[in-house]
Structure formats: C-alpha cells, structure tokens
C-alpha cells in the first residue's frame, strides 16, 4: 500500500541537524505513527513520503522553510520581568503560552535574564535549521473514518486524547 492521504503511516526516524547532532529519534521507543496529508508532520517530510509504501528507507533533507520557517528576530523581545506574573523563579529555557501579535497563541522560551529584562523568543527551537532525516517506513495501512474526522492516528484499541 502506497503512502497517501487518509493513510495511517508508522515510520522509525532519527532526525540530525546538520552539524549531524541527533535531534530527536524514535529508536528504543514505537515507530511515529501519523495520519498522511492531515498536516501531522512537517511539510517537507510529508511530501518526500508521499508514494512510498512499507519497507521503503529514505534520507531527507527538509529545508526550513518546508519545516519549522525561517528563523525570524522579530519573535524575539525584551519584557519587564513583572509580565511573569505568579511566578516565583524564572530561568532560561522556561517555555510560557503568549498571545501572538495576530491573536494565535504561541510558545515563547526565555532565552536571557538581565535583572528585570527578560528576553522571550517565539520561534520555534528548529527555525531556520534544515533537518535531516532517516527514516523507514514500518507500516502504511487505511486510516479509519473516526481517525480522519479528527484528523490524527488513534492509538491501540481506540482513540487516547
């Protein structure tokens, strides 16, 4: 069975960037299991699987902008520390939801700490890194109606959210 919308996909990877640094990988645990043409995963991942069916490996290079975007400096900025509200000990890498400027909520990381300035990034932490990818394809099978009405993969005996 050939990879394609409304096709539920499992696939071993193992994401590098390109200093070959392992991202993220799914060796040890169970393959990414997700629902084809459903927006799931990256654009460029997605388009590069299209067509191919079980057994199947591939190396793929997804440039940012087929994965997380380019990395933009207006996502970066500098707020008073009493913006963070209720919480007692800020330190960088803390990851808070913000109201993006089109209304969207977004994650934010604090990438610094200066007295009460506090710098906030919104770009995603892969922004503007192509990504690397090693994958195998481990199963293609139909996906269920339920499954594409919400839009995902619903685990083992049924749906888990």
Known sequence: MLIAAKKAVS???????????VIDSSAGGAPLVYLHGAGNIIPGLEKALEGKTTGDE???????????????AELVSTLNRSMF?????????????????????????????????????GNHPLAGQ???FKVKVVNVRDASEEEVAHGHVHGEGGHHH
Do not use: W
């Open 11 to 21: 696939i071993d990877y193992t994401l590098t960037n390109d200093a070959g640094e």
């Open 58 to 72: 591939l190396d793929v290079a997804v440039e940012p902008e087929d994965a997380y975007g380019e990395y933009l």
């Open 85 to 121: 509200e209720g919480v007692d000990e800020l330190e960088v890498g803390m990851q808070f939801h913000a109201s993006a400027p089109d209304g969207q909520m977004q994650i934010v990381t604090i990438r610094d700490l200066d007295g009460d300035d506090v710098t906030v990034d």
């Open 130 to 132: 192509r990504l690397n």
